[in-house]
């Protein structure tokens, strides 16, 4: 079974400090990795997606992929209190388009002012 | 552009009665995925459409059902509810094609089962 694990928090971090979320994958064949922000309430929001191993950075947030390890993490820097949500990781297994994603439960992130 | 749009944005049914959500994807997006989310969870995949037709399937019973018109808007047809149904669904949109297939959500339509 195709499973995404994330650490459900409360994570806290202090405004101005780098927040880090972290995601474990099962299916070592999996393609494509997604980070999405949910507010409160509020539909998925995506932040970034990643396909290769490495890093990719957009504005305040980097993406880390590591496909030998299956992980996945998320760097927000310089956190802001209007960071604080739900990031939820999400897995694509096929690459191709032709596939759900499988969403980890997420990881409830807190910017203390 | 509008982006992906979901109706009713609320709604609320008794248990056993059937219900119709629609959506309508972003503009050029020919992918429609449906996907539930209870309360505290993440999303989980009920089936996604493509080119008219349910091209994969998540975990979830026949009761479920859907279907995309020419236009690739997409409706999820929930027959017999049941308490556990009551749940934020949400649509979302991507292009069919490799390493492009980024799906955008919609706003979601909560569902409540009485």
């Known amino acids: 079974q195709k499973e995404v694990e994330q650490n459900s928090g409360p994570l806290s971090v202090p405004e101005g400090a780098i927040a880090s979320l972290n995601c474990t994958y099962s299916?070592?064949?999996?393609?494509?990795f997604f980070w999405y922000r949910q507010y409160s309430g509020k539909s998925p929001e995506l932040i970034m997606s990643?396909?290769?191993?490495g890093d990719k950075e957009d504005g305040r947030f980097t993406a880390q992929l590591n496909k030998a390890s299956q992980y996945v993490s998320l760097l927000i820097r310089d956190s802001q209190p209007s960071d604080s949500a739900t990031y939820l990781c999400a897995v694509n297994h096929s690459g191709g388009g032709a596939d759900g994603l499988t969403f980890g439960k997420g990881t409830h992130l807190i910017i203390q002012p | 552009d509008a982006g992906v749009t979901q109706s009713p944005t609320h709604l609320i049914k008794t248990r056993g009665q059937q219900v119709t959500l629609r959506c309508s994807p972003k503009?050029?997006?020919?992918?429609v995925s449906w996907y539930q989310q209870a309360l505290g969870q993440g999303p989980q995949f009920i089936f996604q459409?493509?080119?008219?037709?349910?091209?994969q399937r998540g975990n979830f019973p026949d009761r479920f059902s859907g279907h995309q018109f020419p236009n690739y808007s997409s409706e999820l047809n929930v027959n017999a509810l049941l308490l556990g149904d009551s749940a934020l669904y949400l649509c979302?949109?991507?292009?069919?094609?490799?390493?492009?297939?980024?799906?955008?959500f919609g706003p979601g339509t909560r569902l409540l089962v009485l």
């Open positions: 990643i396909y290769s191993n």
């Open positions: 503009s050029g997006h020919d992918t």
């Open positions: 299916d070592r064949v999996s393609q494509s």
């Open positions: 459409y493509y080119e008219e037709e349910e091209r």
């Open positions: 979302a949109s991507s292009f069919s094609r490799p390493y492009q297939e980024t799906q955008y």
